[in-house]
């Protein structure tokens, strides 16, 4: 199991922030990787603040991931630093966590946004097409979440990190299918963690959708818990299953998809249905919090979808999913699409 040393997740962090970061970099120079936005309302000040205490470099991330990655990787190779601290959303944590992996340094995580489980979990999404889903690299040492600089985003990115939660209740029945066909292990303890993700968003679905004092913790609470649920099972397998697949076949297919929690949340709910599982329960939800729960909302034609279904058991052949058990033809992705009220 890999689990993170520190967790911190509160109002008003930037000194935590200062605090984690020379703790994680001993002494160390710091390399602060960060967006424009992010540096601008959050970054600036704590790296000035680290600067009094040791050296630090601040990189901006405006470039491809693959040119970033490279950059990255050719500061960290012309001198030794102690710690990468990535301050911002989804694309600066993934090129961050994977720099800092590939370098075997410790990674800080401080996620401005909460749109999906990467703020907190030992994995990184799809960077190039030789890869098309998310690889394995080490469990952040630290994450700190400012609920502060959080809840400033706009809300469709805490929207979509709930639409990475509800998958968590698609992901374990087909990690439970596949222990039953394949006897793949299933880890109970690590899925009743991430289930209880979804099982939260569920629960809070109309408070999260007021943006209600605190539920906006929450959601945070319960990605990380999604993250640490992966460092217990020592895969992703409990946070992702053949709604992911779906939601990474609309990555390839599509130039400019929706973000990776809206695509999961609308593939959740077409999961659910082929798994004849609660998935008005999960739509109820998505709606609710003002996320996409269908295909229009989601801004993807039906051809596009129904591609994307029959293109996913292929995406991972070894990850055991109702897709691969039932194998779909086309004709029975567009009538179950109609019958799950998706198109
Ligand atoms: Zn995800």
Redesign the pocket.
Known sequence: MQLPNIIVIGRGLKDKVVEVALTASGGEPVLIVTGKTAYNIYGRSISEAIGERTDVEVHLVEAEISQELETIHTILSKKRFGTVIGIGGGKVIDVSKASAHEASLRFVSVPTVAS???IASPMV?AMDSSQPY?RMVNMPFAIVADIDVIEKAPHRYLASGCG?LV?KYTAIKDWKLSHKVTGEYFGDYAASLAYMGAEIIFRNAKKIGKRKQDSIRTVVEALIS?GVAMGIAGS?RP??GSE?LI?HALGRLMEDPPL??ER?GVSTIFAAFVHKAAWKRVKSALSSIGTPSNLSELGVDEQTFVKAVLMAPDIRPDRYTILHKLRLTESDVRRLLREAELS
């Open positions: 999906h489980d990467g999404s998310s990475d998958a999604a992703s946070c992702s992911h939601s990776h929690g999961c």
